[in-house]
């Protein structure tokens, strides 16, 4: 049920436009029942320049073949269900929750995953993380591969990271110290496929 909440969730904010914004440029919120106004075929989608919006220089020609797949997308919206998509598949992984890591990530992640947890579980360790704050989620490249589209964002982050053995002793980390994290995840979506999810297909660190 949990897993199915989470899914939930990111169907509401990840990529999905309203109508009611301004294209790619009005902070992001949850909206329903507003209807998608049809875009003109022979307009070339515009990325509007706007005071510290989430989008690199170089992203933006690719933003722009996403938005001619796909007139729903809005580059503010996805941005902010990337933040919480980054958010719940951490908290996910430290907590070992393989059920809900496989509403959020395909196979290949979710497997990396997977290795992780059983390493740390055979080692009888137990992860306390928390993650302070998402200091900056930016769209640094994004592309349309056939039928697929994919976002790649930096995460800028503090987390606090300890981790326990399975008496509760800390082994490692603090958590009245938080530690900067610099991650680059792509995310996913069949632009074919009436599942409107994106997935988290591919991890690095900045």
């Given at each position: 049920?949990v897993?199915?909440?989470?899914?939930?969730r990111?169907?509401?904010?990840l990529?999905k436009?309203?109508?009611?914004?301004?294209?790619?440029?009005?902070p992001?919120?949850?909206r329903v029942g507003?209807?998608?106004m049809?875009r003109?075929?022979?307009?070339?989608?515009?990325?509007?320049e706007t005071?510290?919006?989430?989008?690199?220089a170089?992203?933006?020609t690719?933003l722009?073949?996403?938005?001619?797949?796909d007139?729903?997308?809005?580059?503010a919206?996805?941005v902010?269900?990337?933040?919480?998509?980054?958010?719940?598949?951490?908290?996910?992984f430290?907590?070992g929750d393989?059920e809900?890591?496989?509403w959020?990530?395909?196979?290949?992640v979710r497997?990396?995953?997977a290795?992780?947890?059983?390493e740390?579980?055979a080692a009888?360790h137990v992860l306390?993380?928390r993650?302070?704050?998402?200091?900056?989620?930016?769209?640094?490249?994004?592309?349309?591969?056939?039928?697929?589209?994919?976002i790649?964002v930096?995460?800028?982050?503090?987390?606090?990271?300890v981790t326990?053995d399975?008496?509760?002793n800390?082994?490692?980390g603090?958590?009245t110290?938080?530690?900067?994290?610099?991650?680059i995840?792509?995310?996913a979506r069949?632009?074919?496929s009436?599942d409107?999810?994106?997935?988290?297909v591919?991890t690095d660190?900045?």
């Amino acid at each position: 049920m949990v897993a199915g909440f989470l899914a939930l969730r990111l169907y509401s904010v990840l990529g999905k436009r309203t109508g009611h914004e301004q294209a790619l440029t009005k902070p992001a919120e949850e909206r329903v029942g507003a209807q998608q106004m049809p875009r003109t075929i022979d307009v070339t989608p515009e990325v509007r320049e706007t005071a510290g919006r989430p989008i690199e220089a170089g992203a933006e020609t690719g933003l722009r073949a996403v938005i001619s797949a796909d007139s729903s997308f809005d580059v503010a919206q996805f941005v902010e269900g990337a933040k919480s998509a980054y958010r719940m598949i951490l908290e996910a992984f430290w907590k070992g929750d393989e059920e809900t890591l496989g509403w959020l990530v395909e196979d290949e992640v979710r497997g990396g995953f997977a290795e992780a947890i059983a390493e740390r579980k055979a080692a009888g360790h137990v992860l306390d993380n928390r993650l302070v704050v998402i200091e900056r989620a930016v769209i640094s490249d994004a592309a349309v591969e056939g039928k697929v589209a994919r976002i790649t964002v930096r995460f800028d982050a503090d987390i606090a990271a300890v981790t326990r053995d399975q008496d509760g002793n800390v082994v490692a980390g603090s958590l009245t110290d938080a530690v900067e994290t610099h991650d680059i995840w792509t995310f996913a979506r069949n632009l074919r496929s009436d599942d409107p999810n994106w997935k988290l297909v591919e991890t690095d660190e900045a």
